[in-house]
């Protein structure tokens, strides 16, 4: 069972900053990752797959990079409808456990 | 444009099995894709439960295996989860999506999901 672990938990930052964050699978998984965003009370929607394919409609301000066992997704300017929380998923898999994104 | 919908019962006794309904429409559910259940117990993350394909072939969270199973109803196009001998800890959001055709086997379209509280 592959395992996905994410960091940090929660990120403080502010609008216009560039972020990142981390997302290591507990083997190699090659570039078989999507990383979703989530707002309070809604479902999940997809960002990034096959670890830096960006899907359509997504800003291009998002990128997502990595191989293997280690992986990225990046937000060169934040703006302010950025703030939400971010998960990992290893296809047809576990997801990490979550990266909040909070106004600073 | 393809769309879920989740229903079954908000309140579920403790032992007792939960059992929820994905109503897939704009799309059939014997295309070529994986049919998805998601849960997010309140305040925290995302755990995936287990999929199906519509020749009824199914993969679960080992942890959950023993307790847990999907199944599909081409005829009304939907498909259904089952978890039996429940506590508060499967108190949870659940959601179905759909895994999107083809080599990149994400998750495309969501329902927009259903609280099951376990309480007596």
């Known amino acids: 069972d592959i395992q996905m672990t994410q960091s940090p938990s929660t990120l403080s930052a502010s609008v216009g900053d560039r972020v990142t964050i981390t997302c290591r699978a507990s083997?190699?998984?090659?570039?078989?990752l999507a990383w979703y965003q989530q707002k309070p009370g809604k479902a999940p929607k997809v960002l990034i797959y096959?670890?830096?394919s960006l899907e359509s409609g997504v800003p291009s301000r998002f990128s997502g990079s990595g191989s293997g066992t280690e992986f990225t997704l990046t937000i060169s300017s934040l703006q302010p409808d950025d703030f939400a929380t971010y998960y990992c998923?290893?296809?047809?898999?576990?997801f990490g456990q979550g990266t909040k994104l909070e106004i600073k | 444009q393809v769309q879920l919908q989740e229903s079954g019962p908000g309140l579920v006794k403790p032992s007792g099995t939960l059992s929820l309904t994905c109503a897939v429409s704009?799309?059939?559910?014997?295309?070529?894709?994986?049919w998805t259940w998601v849960r997010q117990p309140p305040g925290t993350g995302l755990e995936w439960i287990g999929e199906?394909?519509?020749?009824?072939?199914?993969n679960y969270n080992p942890s959950l295996q023993s307790r847990v199973t999907i199944s599909v109803d081409k005829s009304k196009n939907q498909f259904s989860l089952k978890l039996n001998s429940v506590t508060a800890a499967d108190t949870a959001v659940y959601f179905c999506?759909?895994?999107?055709?083809?080599?990149?086997?994400?998750?495309?379209?969501w329902g927009q999901g259903t609280l099951v509280t376990v309480s007596s």
């Open positions: 999506a759909r895994v999107k055709a083809g080599v990149d086997d994400y998750l495309d379209y």
């Open positions: 704009g799309g059939s559910i014997s295309s070529s894709s994986w």
């Open positions: 199906i394909y519509h020749s009824g072939g199914t």
């Open positions: 083997q190699s998984i090659s570039n078989w």
């Open positions: 096959k670890a830096s």
């Open positions: 998923q290893h296809y047809r898999g576990s």
